[in-house]
Nanobody, 121 residues
Framework: QVRLVESGGGLVQPGGSLRLSCAASGSIFRLYDMGWYRQAPGKQRELVATITNGGTTTYGDSVKGRFAISRDNANNTVYVQITSLQPEDTAVYYC???????????????WGQGTQVTVSS
């Protein structure tokens, strides 16, 4: 069984910064892509950022230049550093991890429970 635990969300003023973390634990044989999505009230879930096992990153258009994704494979953890936060960044942020739990290798996507980020003065 695999579990993803997110942390780092909260209330922050416009212009502020946060770092979200997502740690995977359990029966992890091999990691693949990791990333973040977000969902604001009344809106569809949108891509924030992804990072491959080799370190290649992809960002959603609305966060480019302000968000930085990274990963620590030794600790099965993915991070996103968020700077210059704006009220429109308010959303629940969900991490995901693509991983295989054993042999045969069959990657599956696992999701975190979500962490609230609220940007307000």
């Amino acid at each position: 069984q695999v579990r993803l635990v997110e942390s780092g969300g909260g209330l922050v003023q416009p212009g502020g910064s946060l770092r979200l973390s997502c740690a995977a634990s359990g029966s992890i044989f091999r990691l693949y892509d990791m990333g973040w999505y977000r969902q604001a009230p009344g809106k569809q879930r949108e891509l924030v950022a992804t990072i491959t096992n080799g370190g290649t990153t992809t960002y959603g258009d609305s966060v480019k230049g302000r968000f930085a994704i990274s990963r620590d494979n030794a600790n099965n953890t993915v991070y996103v550093q968020i700077t210059s936060l704006q009220p429109e960044d308010t959303a629940v942020y969900y991490c995901y991890v693509d991983l295989a739990t054993g042999i045969p290798v069959r990657p599956s996507r696992y999701w975190g429970q979500g962490t609230q980020v609220t940007v307000s003065s």
